[in-house]
């Protein structure tokens, strides 16, 4: 940090301000982790300054033998860790693998001139005709995925994101009476709507999907399964998620992030079956910029560490804190979409305590417990205010928290939550953003928080 405060003071302040925010509160959120600082300083190195399009041992610039080593290691260290066939590891996050991914799929499927082309040249030599032809032929490609609302991704085809642009979407969701995905009626859509690709994963479903389900219904469809593991991948990789659970397993192709529960840096990758491996290896330059050699200095570095026992021990306590954590918060009478968790993340369903989510998500940050709000299955406050609050044990569980804490955080959840209460607007209605948390209750759960 001196060396960057000789520069900019101001940003060596402001990473100094980032790790003490991150010290003093509980991060609850369910999509973020601490990488090791062997993570870290794989990445913060000279690798930054190389340029390497191409894969390894073909490249478009000289002197990548460096590069070439550590991209081989990654791949390796993911090909092993997961069993997967092929691995990719150049996406510079989630939704880059996923774009990564759609286009290897349309370019392996689709019987489309135009669309084998896009995916064997650079996008600067399509003709006119091409792109003409290629909007045609994407107008017509169907994906199904999960709602937003019942706990999908905006990348699994919905309209700010550009997979919702790119295709014809439908969504799947879950039965209102369980909270579970409702297999029958996905079968029943899936049969009706015949979809190219069949995207399972999720950012916000506290359940385990069955991913063997899944592939069966792809099979009987004609679809190819896609499954975006970008939040449970840390469960995969420690063999928590296994058999039916496993995606790498069932599905064609797999996405994911390397920087939420699987601890490593903020990155992207796919695996794949070997027939796909051709068509995700031309990510770059198709969608992706020159590979970050030192982001895949630390992928490699972070998948060896999750290859190590000790990872296995650490997934397996995520699941079990995050469990510990539903059942003190359902003892406290707090409402949890589905009534629980199979997996790391919890959804609270905050209308109980007469809130919004967003709401109750600024009175917890002002109590020193971070989180996200999220929209619960058919949210009446939409996707900006929600009904909910989402909750992770990823995070928490690294710096060595266990169940014993997990319960004093759904006390200090809930007593947050009790204190809150919706502000009232200037026409006496009960706002959907101001609230009034007591002050006492602030302090108190927040000097809570801090000695926890
Ligand atoms: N896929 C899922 C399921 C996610 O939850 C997320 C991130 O929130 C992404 C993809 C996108 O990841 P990134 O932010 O690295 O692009």
Redesign the pocket.
């Given at each position: 940090v001196d060396a960057v405060r000789a520069v900019e003071p101001r940003v060596a302040d402001a990473i100094g301000a980032e790790i003490q925010d991150q010290r003093a509160s509980l991060k609850l959120i369910a999509?973020e982790n601490y990488a090791s600082p062997a993570v870290l300083l794989a990445m913060g190195n000279w690798f930054s300054d190389k340029y390497a399009e191409g894969t390894v041992g073909r490249r478009f610039y000289a002197g990548c033998r460096n590069v070439d080593t550590v991209e081989a290691l990654a791949a390796e260290h993911a090909r092993e860790l997961f069993g997967a066939e092929h691995a990719y590891v150049q996406p510079h996050?989630?939704?880059?693998?996923?774009l990564v991914a759609f286009w290897a799929v349309l370019s392996q499927r689709v019987e489309s001139p135009a669309l084998h082309r896009a995916g064997v040249r650079q996008v600067n030599d399509l003709t006119d005709e091409d792109w003409a032809e290629l909007r045609r032929e994407l107008g017509n490609q169907r994906l199904l995925g999960m709602s937003l609302d019942s706990g999908g991704?905006l990348?699994h085809g919905f309209r700010p994101n550009i997979s919702g642009k790119m295709f014809d979407q439908r969504s799947y969701g879950t039965d209102p009476a369980t909270g579970l995905v409702d297999y029958d009626a996905l079968r029943a859509t899936a049969r009706e709507f015949r979809p190219l690709i069949l995207v399972a994963?999720?950012?916000a479903y506290p359940r385990l999907v069955n991913f063997r389900l899944m592939r069966e219904i792809a099979d009987e469809v004609g679809a190819t399964l896609m499954v975006?593991m970008?939040?449970f991948a840390g469960l995969v990789a420690g063999k928590v998620l296994t058999g039916d659970f496993d995606p790498v397993q069932h599905a064609q192709i797999v996405?994911t992030?390397t920087?939420?529960s699987l601890r490593g840096p903020?990155?992207?990758m796919v695996l794949c079956t070997s027939e796909l491996a051709e068509h995700v290896d031309r990510g770059c330059p198709m969608v992706l910029g020159g590979p970050l050699s030192h982001v895949m200095a630390a992928k490699a570095v972070a998948l060896a560490e999750a290859r190590r026992p000790e990872f296995r021990a650490y997934a397996q306590q995520v699941v079990d804190n995050a469990r510990a954590l539903a059942d003190g918060l359902l003892r406290r009478g707090a409402t949890l979409v589905s009534g629980g968790t199979d997996n790391h993340l919890v959804l609270i369903d905050v209308s109980g305590y007469g809130l919004t989510g967003r709401q109750a998500e600024a009175a917890l940050l002002d109590s020193g417990v971070v989180t996200n709000r999220n929209s619960v299955p058919n949210d009446p406050n939409g996707a900006w205010y929600t009904s909910g609050v989402r909750i992770g044990t990823p995070a928490l569980t690294t710096r060595g928290l266990g169940t014993a804490e997990m319960d004093e955080i759904a006390d200090l959840i809930d007593t947050a939550l009790r204190g809150t209460a919706p502000a009232t607007t200037a026409a006496g209605a009960p706002s959907k953003a101001q609230y009034v948390l007591d002050a006492q209750v602030r302090d108190a759960v927040a000097k809570r928080a801090a000695d926890l």
């Open positions: 999509s996050s989630g939704i880059d693998a996923n991704h990348t994963g999720y950012s975006d970008a939040h996405t992030t920087h939420k903020r990155g992207g």
